[in-house]
């Protein structure tokens, strides 16, 4: 038998080593990164291509829209003396400022009509509300606010926050029995920066201590709307044929409920519960803090389900090529690093076949087309290296076990992370069963004996 060459030797160590093997497997999978984030990329450029297009069509139909008021405000003259340089005397200067009255009692019905619009293969959804608000003010007094100067009464108005005004429609304010006309722009934005007013008459003699109020809105907005609780007692119910709303803000719903065919929710807040007062002079920082609402959602989003897919890539692809070295080691079976190298393509490709298919379908959908075909196709190419019916239908069903696997840790939020570890647990439990048996010190001698 002639004696082999330093090449033909070391070709064979390369080929026989299971240190190279697992060298060479560590090394694909740092190659398949690369191909990785680029799908990361498309991710990330699709989801914020969709954010551009949400801000279009909201920009065009109504932002999101925050309610607040209302607020009955009365003009002050504040008289101060202020020192001049150059009469070295102090002056008397006049300023015009603001006292600010919050109502008794708010009471908020709200019912909110939402819509979807498309714009190609991205929806947004927007709404049209209307709103209904009324309580009543007790008369304003300047006793706590420590004003010398008296409250200019026949000045006085009354005015209501929206954040955007381009779609709302006419209001007529009912004041004590009185009808008022609501008038675009404020006379100051101490507390809101955009909203309606209208003069009001606040004549003591006429005015009970209690005085009604009632209005209507009806106004378009997107994505969310929002309640400041400006009364000393403030309660807001919110019911929408939308079956998938968000509650956020400084207050959560008292009661909840919530269906395929909509939601209704209450909340219910007192002036103990925020951080302002009843009334008071010039601005309040602390009130925008205290807003709360709801937002719509368009269902579940595809994009962040294919964030969290894309996460797992790693991890998949090295328990897949985990499965293709045992099935190396315990049937003899040679598999070159080319053949390891195109099976990670195809577990790359599937991402792209799944945030493409997603942006049509359901993510459910989408994951079983673009995992079936990953699957077939590559047991198929399995087929081809094992040359063994048995051990190519083991490969199949251990990649439906993982891709089955990875789909419920994605549906899965709060248990996400326990799934995963019971799941990887199992998966190194299976590892050592079936690798338990093998002597990795023989195994390159038993190699050469056969050789």
């Known amino acids: 038998m002639p004696t082999p060459n330093p090449l033909e030797k070391v070709a064979y160590w390369l080929k026989t080593s299971i240190t190279i093997r697992l060298i060479t497997i560590g090394f694909l999978v740092l190659i398949l990164l690369i191909p990785i984030s680029f799908i990361n990329s498309i991710i990330s450029e699709r989801k914020y291509r969709k954010a551009d297009v949400v801000r279009e069509i909201s920009a065009k139909w109504g932002e999101a829209q925050t309610v607040s008021g209302p607020i009955i405000t009365i003009p002050y003259k504040s008289v101060s003396r202020v ?106 934005h101490d507390i809101i920066r955009t909203g309606i007013s209208t003069k009001i008459n606040l004549n003591k003699d006429s005015l009970p201590q209690e005085i009604p109020f009632s209005f209507k809105l009806k106004f378009n907005g997107s994505k969310s709307l929002n309640f400041l609780p400006l009364g000393k007692e403030t309660k807001v119910n919110v019911k929408s044929s939308s079956p998938n709303p968000k509650f956020f803000g400084a207050f959560l719903p008292k009661n909840k409920t919530i269906s395929a065919s909509g939601f209704s929710a209450d909340w219910s807040v007192i002036h103990l519960n925020r951080n302002y007062p009843q009334q008071f002079t010039g601005s309040q920082v602390d009130i925008p803090d205290s807003a709360f609402g709801v937002e719509l959602l368009v269902g579940v989003d595809e994009y962040q389900k294919n964030t969290r897919a894309s ?76 040359k063994n019916r048995k051990l190519t239908t083991i490969l199949g069903l251990i990649l439906v076990i993982l891709y089955g696997f990875i789909f419920t840790i994605i549906q899965l939020q709060g248990y996400a992370l326990l799934a995963g570890a019971i799941g990887l647990f199992i998966v190194l439990a299976a590892a050592m069963y079936v690798s338990r048996n093998i002597d990795w010190y023989s195994l390159k001698s038993k190699e050469k004996e056969k050789h």
């Open 311 to 386: 996460k797992y890539a790693v991890l998949f692809i090295l328990l897949t090529f985990m499965t293709f070295f045992f099935v190396q080691i315990l049937n003899k079976i040679s598999i070159h690093p080319m053949q390891y190298l195109l099976v990670g393509f195809a577990l790359t490709i599937f991402y792209v076949l799944l945030i493409s298919i997603s942006e049509h379908l359901r993510f459910a959908y989408s994951y079983l087309i673009a995992s079936s075909a990953i699957i077939l196709q590559i047991t198929l190419y399995a087929s081809t290296i094992f």
């Open 83 to 188: 020192y001049n340089n150059e009469t070295k005397i102090y002056d008397l200067v006049s300023q015009r400022k603001y006292a600010h009255f919050l109502p008794e009692k708010l009471d908020i019905k709200t019912t909110i009509f939402p819509e979807i619009k498309y714009r190609n293969i991205y929806e947004a959804i927007v709404y049209t509300a209307e709103v209904e608000i009324s309580g009543s003010f007790k008369f304003p007094e300047s006793k706590k606010l420590n004003i010398e100067e008296s409250l200019l009464f026949k000045q006085a108005f009354l005015s209501t926050g929206l954040s955007d005004l381009r779609n709302i429609e006419a209001v007529e304010l009912n004041f004590a029995g009185q009808t008022y006309d609501f008038e675009t722009g404020l006379e100051t």
